[in-house]
Structure formats: structure tokens, C-alpha cells
């Protein structure tokens, strides 16, 4: 979770779970998980916008996502009114280049393509009428949900976006690029991404890749009858003052 002063604290699934059926009410909840893929995010994104033309695509109460399914699932969390610019995102040609090699640089590099082009790709479609829409969303209960993988400790680090977007004031856009950019960073493919942290035992920056480098999909997740031994999410970073653990 985050202060007013925008230091994070780490928060137990249980709290996650509490806080969606809490604000939820007595609703029953529904859960998208989007999983990894590559190229082939561009199936997911063509799924969710045949569900809009059928009349069957429903309003998620949680949308989780990892590696391209992270990309997607702003989209998917937001609804049909936002299939345009998800449509554009895969046609529009602007993820051509998106492989560039470092060339003789990836002897001394983490990478063999270079990570900008991503960064600039996922910067150009998070604008600031996105950030409040999900942040709109998120605070009628709604949950958004993204995994990193922690390059350092192996450890799955889950983020939720809605309260990022809700609270993470003038850095909300940078932090919500650099989470869904590392979690579609496929280790060795792209360089980690480095991830300011600002918490009770100070400042420092933690490297970040796909989060399918420790789970494949956030499936189960949060509202599930096992959140008491759920084995995945160990560690849930959060962008709210407002919960308790």
C-alpha cells in the first residue's frame, strides 16, 4: 500500500480480497485472467473486441495479466468503449520495430533487443484519460491486477494498478509504464526494468522482468476459497492508504 507521504508497504492477498468484497457488496464477482503470449496478444485483443460485436463481453470484477496479457489488460478492464484505441494498438503498425537488436552490444548486455522501443510503446498508449478511467474503475471496487517477477529475490510481485492510478499522484504514469513494461520483458529478450521503491526502510530500486518467469497466469487470484495457502503471490505491492492488512 502507499501513504500519503508515497511510500509503499507490502499488504496480504486476504486484505486484497477483503477490500473487493467489501466494495463489491453482495455482487458475484468474475475474474479474466490474461496470461503470456508474445505476438499472439494480438488473439486476446481480437477476443475481447469479438465479445463487444456479439453483445457477450461482461464487466470483470478483477482482470489479471502477465507478460502480453499485462498489456491487455487495461484494455479488458476498462470495456468495449476503449476497443478502438486497443484495436490501433495492434494495427497500427507502431509495434513493428518494436525488435531492435543491440548488435555487437549484447556480449556486454543484459538483452538482446533493446528495451526503448517497449518503454515507448506502452508510453504513447498510456495517456492520462486512461490512467482516470482506471482509477475511476478502481474505486468502485474493481480490481487490476499486473505480476512482475523480482530479478533478485525470484519472488512474484503482484501490483495493483487501479490503486496506482488512484493514488500515485504526478508519478502514477511513470510507475504504471515501468509495471507493464517489466512485465512483458521476457528475460534475456528484453532488459529488466529498474522500479524505484520508497518504503518504511527507505529508498532504493529493485530490477523487474516478465512475470511469467514465476507464474504463468494470475488465475485463481484474489477472491478465491484458498487465499489462505494460494502458493503464487507472495508479495503484493499496493498504491492505496486506505486498506488495512
Same mark, same amino acid.
Not at 499522484?169 to 520508497?198: E, H, T
Given at each position: ?104 552490444? @549484447? $556480449? ?6 533493446? %528495451?526503448?522501443?517497449? =518503454?515507448?510503446? !506502452? /508510453? ?68 529488466? @526494468? $529498474? ?6 526502510? %527507505?529508498?532504493?530500486? =529493485?530490477?523487474? !522482468? /516478465? ?35
Amino acid at each position: 500500500m502507499l501513504g500519503a507521504d508515497h511510500r509503499f508497504a507490502a499488504v496480504s492477498i486476504q486484505s486484497v480480497a477483503r477490500r473487493a468484497r467489501t466494495l463489491r457488496g453482495g455482487e458475484p464477482i468474475s475474474i479474466l485472467a490474461l496470461s503470456g503470449g508474445g505476438a499472439d496478444g494480438a488473439f486476446g485483443a481480437g477476443a475481447l473486441v469479438g465479445l463487444t460485436n456479439a453483445g457477450a463481453r461482461p464487466q470483470f470484477s478483477v482482470v489479471t495479466g502477465v507478460s502480453a496479457g499485462a498489456l491487455l489488460a487495461p484494455y479488458a478492464f476498462l470495456g468495449p468503449e476503449w476497443d478502438k484505441q486497443l484495436t490501433d494498438a495492434y494495427t497500427s503498425g507502431r509495434a513493428e520495430h518494436l525488435l531492435q537488436p543491440r548488435g555487437l552490444g @549484447v $556480449i556486454f548486455d543484459s538483452s538482446v533487443y533493446r %528495451g526503448r522501443p517497449l =518503454e515507448e510503446l !506502452v /508510453d504513447h498508449y498510456l495517456s492520462d484519460q486512461l490512467i482516470h478511467a482506471v482509477a475511476r474503475e478502481a474505486a468502485s471496487g474493481r480490481l487490476l491486477l499486473v505480476a512482475t517477477t523480482n530479478v533478485d529475490t525470484g519472488e512474484t510481485v503482484i501490483w495493483d494498478l487501479g490503486s496506482i492510478a488512484m493514488n500515485g499522484g504526478p508519478s502514477a504514469k511513470a510507475l504504471l509504464r515501468d509495471v507493464l513494461v517489466a512485465s512483458a520483458s521476457v528475460p534475456g529478450m528484453f532488459p529488466p @526494468v $529498474i522500479i524505484r521503491v520508497q518504503d518504511a526502510g %527507505g529508498d532504493y530500486s =529493485e530490477a523487474h !522482468v /516478465d512475470g511469467t518467469a514465476t507464474v504463468p497466469s494470475l488465475f485463481h487470484l484474489p477472491c478465491c476459497s484458498c487465499l489462505e495457502t494460494y502458493p503464487i503471490a507472495r508479495q503484493l505491492r499496493f498504491m492505496s492508504s486506505s486498506m488495512d492488512d
